[in-house]
């Protein structure tokens, strides 16, 4: 009984949001239409939605007629609110500004005698003092944190009896630390101070600087940068930075350095071509060298050499960095020199937008080093292991492939199940929490999709006739966006639309119109499906054989769309027909979408007939 009630008690909320004012939805994509539109044609759209919705106009069967009018009036209060503030040029500039709630309070910011141009000066002003107030509280901090170990006492017997001597600690030995920390102070617009603490250690023996500097942007082409450096060593700096023409800026630095001298460095920097970028550098003194190289990029690829020539080093160093995925990059680099030879190869991943994990294979004189890397938020942690100072092409050959091997397993059956076992967890609280709201929008879309049905079917009756664009099924929402190889498979895998408990659903078309499956009423305690079906919705909007979907507006605001998975990645999936061949597109959520095109036919072996 106490589910009985709990269940009523939702149906009853969700059918109260079904039927409360209109929503603050997004006023373009309640009129589909682009945010830079014309006053033309926010006119066009409005007549052509407000003809196909008017309530007197909406026709149903017996036993829903009621309700269908209802979602008519409501869609009709919408599209109409929609266009009294974008047809006056002064709400929609306040709407652009403050939003829905602005936009409906323009009369009593109006009565208060502000202009629109004055409401908009007075925002921008509290923008920049909001800003100002945020620079001047935040400190960008930056850190590099490097910890060398050596494993080689667990590779090398001889290694481990020698070490046997000092110590029985079986685990790593510590050989080096390295950090840097540096701090940003925003002083005003054009001014930044900041910190720079380093320390190292080796052997044993190690020490320190401290650097304090000052930044000042002087114009929009020049900076002017001066520093000095007390500790293990010190120094003063000062480097004078300007942008020389379009494509080429250069830097001039003085430098003092005690017991060393005055020295003097010359810097250059040119896009010598679209993708390609150069530089010249010449270190007059105390300890004079040369270097220039070049870096170029083309497609997911890109390349970097570098060629120094001096008195403390020569050398060739080249480098060469592969984007595999949108979270995953390769890297290969080379130096080769007075100093000696190092070869590494690696691998960086995207975790998340403020971490980066990464690890790479290290082949030097110094012998096989595996280095492990983590980036979040400004620091960085960089972890060298040193496995063996012995090294051969036997030693090399496994260093360069067990590694890799063991990180794919590990991803593949350790981390990859973990972590999507986390995010369904999250997901599944997030959609538990959200599920009366989700229904609600879900009812709401649901009704909004019957009001439009007869104007949809009509379009896509006289589309089919002559060959034109005709939605054969289009969903929304949270789904797997790899595209179908499969003929004949649903538009997403296990596709069942939804429809609100005691719906009268429609039946599949009878007079060839393409349908998608009749919706399922889920049990009261079911959760709602992640998506929602648009394919009326979608054919709705189609104008003369095409459809366009514009960027920034919102694709859950769209009339018989709604969020049926908030703070979720959502996509949009539509299969169509033009000119009797099958096409499918998907695109992530509130993106670019125009149809029809070539490039979303799908091949001949995925074809059906009409």
């Known amino acids: 009984a106490a589910s009985m009630s709990r269940d009523a008690s939702e149906s009853a909320a969700d059918d109260d949001a079904s039927t409360s004012a209109p929503s603050a939805r997004d006023l373009y994509a309640a009129l589909g239409v682009r945010r830079d539109a014309s006053a033309e044609d926010i006119k066009r759209a409005y007549r052509a939605k ?16 009621t309700s269908v009018r209802e979602a008519a009036q409501r869609a009709f209060a919408t599209v109409s609110e929609a266009y009294e503030i974008l047809s006056d040029s002064e709400r929609r500039g306040v709407y652009d500004v403050y939003g829905i709630d602005g936009a409906r309070a323009g009369r009593e910011l109006g009565a208060r005698g502000k202009t629109v141009e004055e409401l908009r000066v007075e925002f921008a002003r509290q923008q920049a003092k909001e800003a100002k107030e945020a620079a001047e509280a935040k400190l960008n901090f930056n850190g590099t944190y490097i910890f060398g170990f050596s494993a080689a006492h667990l590779v090398e017997e001889e290694i481990r009896r020698r070490r046997a001597r000092y110590t029985a600690n079986p685990g790593l030995d510590l050989t080096s630390v390295s950090l840097s920390n540096s701090m940003e102070i925003p002083l005003s617009d054009d001014d930044v101070a900041y910190f720079v603490t380093q320390g190292s250690m080796r052997g044993g023996r190690g020490g320190g600087n401290f650097i304090l500097g000052w930044r000042r942007a002087v114009s929009p082409l020049t900076s002017v940068d001066v520093s ?17 023409t379009t494509h080429t800026s250069g830097a001039i630095s003085y430098n003092y350095i005690a017991q060393q001298g005055l020295g003097l460095n010359l810097m250059l920097e040119r896009q010598l071509f679209p993708q390609t970028r150069g530089h010249l550098s010449w270190n007059v003194g105390p300890i004079g060298s040369m270097s220039t190289g070049a870096s170029h990029a083309f497609g997911k690829n890109a390349v970097k050499c570098d060629l120094t020539v001096g008195l403390a080093a020569t050398g060739i160093a080249g480098s060469y960095v592969r984007q595999v995925s949108n979270t995953q990059v390769y890297r290969a680099a080379v130096k080769a ?57 036997r030693k090399s050959l496994v260093a360069f492939t ?17 972590v999507l076992s986390y995010v369904r ?3 599944l609280a997030a959609r538990k929490q959200n599920k009366r709201a989700v229904l609600a929008a879900m009812r709401a879309a649901f009704d909004d999709a019957k009001v439009i049905e007869a104007a949809a079917d009509k379009k896509a009756r006289a589309a089919q006739t002559r060959g034109g664009l005709v939605i054969e099924a289009a969903v929304f929402g949270a789904f797997d966006p790899k595209p179908n190889k499969v003929k004949n498979a649903p538009i997403i895998p296990d596709f069942k639309p939804w429809a609100p408990p005691g719906a009268r659903v429609p039946t599949a078309s009878e007079d060839g119109v393409p349908s998608a499956a009749t919706p399922q009423s889920p049990p009261p305690t079911t959760l709602p499906p992640p998506y929602v079906d648009v394919t009326k919705a979608t054919q709705f909007m189609v104008d003369g054989d095409t459809l366009d979907l514009y960027e920034n507006v919102s694709m859950s605001d769209l009339l018989g769309f709604c969020d049926p998975c908030p703070g979720e990645d959502k996509f949009l999936r539509i299969r169509y027909r033009y000119r009797r061949s099958l096409h499918e597109v998907t695109v992530k959520a509130d993106t670019v979408v125009s149809l029809p095109s070539s490039e979303h036919r799908l091949p001949e072996k995925l074809q059906t007939h009409d």
């Open 228 to 244: 000095a450096q007390t500790g293990l060593t010190s120094a003063a700096t000062a480097t004078i930075t300007r942008q020389l």
């Open 50 to 65: 407000a003809s196909a919705i008017h309530p007197d106009k909406v026709s149903s069967g017996a036993e829903d007629a």
């Open 425 to 427: 967890k999250r997901q």
């Open 337 to 393: 020199g007075t100093t000696g030879m190092e070869m590494e190869v690696g691998t960086t991943n995207q975790v998340d937008e403020d971490t980066a994990l990464g690890f790479s294979i290290v082949v030097s004189l110094r012998g096989l080093t595996l280095k492990f890397r983590m980036n979040r938020q400004g620091q960085r942690f960089i972890i060298p292991v040193l496995l063996t100072p012995l090294v051969s092409w």
């Open 402 to 418: 067990l590694p890799p091997i063991a990180l794919i397993l590990v991803r593949r059956f350790l981390v990859r199940p973990l």
